[in-house]
């Protein structure tokens, strides 16, 4: 089991920055894989970005260049700098724990609101 918790959304103009947080209940280097996905409204959950144990990073091609996902493991903390955000980027924002014990577990945090206003 891994508990989630997320923080850091908000209001931001267009072209502004913020930075999101996601504190783990346990060690971070256990899980195969850390992620942010988001949500608009009345469209499907996407991938934003994830990062591995030895900090390999992929993102979706609509935040290349403008988003950078890192991890503290000391702090059991992953985080996702939005620099030049636009409102297309406005969604919730969840973190996942995707873990596989002989089969797949995927956890989420309750997720965070970004509104981004132009």
């Known amino acids: 089991q891994v508990q989630l918790v997320e923080s850091g959304g908000g209001l931001v103009q267009a072209g502004g920055s913020l930075t999101l947080s996601c504190v783990a209940s346990r060690n971070i280097f256990s899980i195969n894989r850390m992620g942010w996905y988001r949500q608009a409204p009345g469209k499907q959950r996407e991938l934003v970005a994830h990062?591995?144990?030895?900090?390999?990073?992929n993102y979706a091609d609509s935040v290349k260049g403008r988003f950078t996902i890192s991890r503290d493991n000391a702090k059991n903390t992953v985080y996702l700098q939005m620099n030049s955000l636009k409102p297309e980027d406005t969604a919730v924002y969840y973190c996942n724990a995707y873990v596989f014990n002989n089969r797949a577990y995927n956890y989420w945090g309750q997720g965070t609101q970004v509104t981004v206003s132009s």
């Open positions: 990062i591995s144990p030895s900090g390999v990073t």
